[in-house]
């Protein structure tokens, strides 16, 4: 067994003893679609969503709620934790190198997100009967993007922060705005133009409105997808430039 793959086992161990973490990122997306879904008004179909309800478009937003709690709320405490406890910097004189244990990390939370979207996704349908997405492999991407985007963002958060405690604030801050943006207060479909056009600059903002589009049967907009692609590209730099081993 190679040392990384001896981390990753080590790391899911640890990761899998912790259920508060489990819960907000693998069940409380699916838990507030089902809550949601319970309203009666949401289950209505309404001309002014295309014949849709407002369920059916909450379904890709609890998707990408599932990538913002594991990406933003989940995996910085993790890294920052491990740097302000000396662990990153006592296994860089180690065979085993502090970058395996890193990727590991990043690796669970990125899985443990994209299954936490099959439940959503499996809930909707389920319960509420929401349609499958009807392009698959546009869905997919915007889904891989978005996932990216969420863990680069976590890793960005834990890279400006210089201890747990900072994290959190830092992490809160950047949480709640990356929400809204998402979609998960209102809908972007429902948002004024003009605050259309805006939030679909920000990463989650084009990420919703991608999802959306896939479900719908059509391939995303290559410029929403670029959106994401770049905030990705940019917050790795970031990451990369100012994260700490010590």
Not at 35 to 57: Q, T
Not at 60 to 87: C, D, F, H, K, T
Not at 166 to 180: D, E, L, Q
């Amino acid at each position: 067994m190679s040392a990384s793959t001896a981390v990753l086992k080590a790391e899911s161990r640890l990761f899998l003893r912790e259920p508060f973490t489990l819960f907000w990122i693998v069940g409380f997306p699916a838990l507030l679609v089902a809550i949601l879904g319970l309203i009666p008004s949401f289950r209505e179909v309404s001309e002014g969503l295309g014949g849709r309800r407002v369920i059916d478009l909450y379904v890709p937003i609890g998707v990408l709620l599932a990538m913002i709690v594991a990406g933003i709320q989940g995996l910085p405490p993790v890294l920052s934790g491990y740097r302000e406890n000396g662990i990153l910097r006592r296994m860089s004189t180690t065979p085993v190198r502090a970058g395996s244990l890193l990727a590991a990390q990043i690796v669970l939370h990125a899985a443990c997100a994209v299954g936490s979207a099959a439940l959503v996704i499996a809930v909707g349908r389920a319960a509420f009967g929401v349609p499958f997405p009807e392009h698959v492999p546009g869905y997919l991407a915007a889904l891989l993007l978005a996932v990216l985007s969420a863990i680069a963002t976590g890793a960005a958060v834990a890279a400006v922060s210089p201890n747990t405690k900072v994290t959190a604030v830092v992490g809160s801050i950047v949480f709640f705005p990356s929400m809204f943006t998402a979609g998960v207060w209102a809908p972007v479909q429902v948002l004024p133009p003009l605050l259309q056009d805006i939030v679909e600059f920000s990463p989650f903002g084009a990420a919703s409105q991608a999802l959306d589009q896939a479900s719908r049967g059509a391939w995303p907009d290559w410029s929403l997808l670029a959106v994401i692609a770049l905030w990705t590209v940019a917050l790795v730099v970031a990451a990369v430039r100012w994260f700490r081993w010590e």
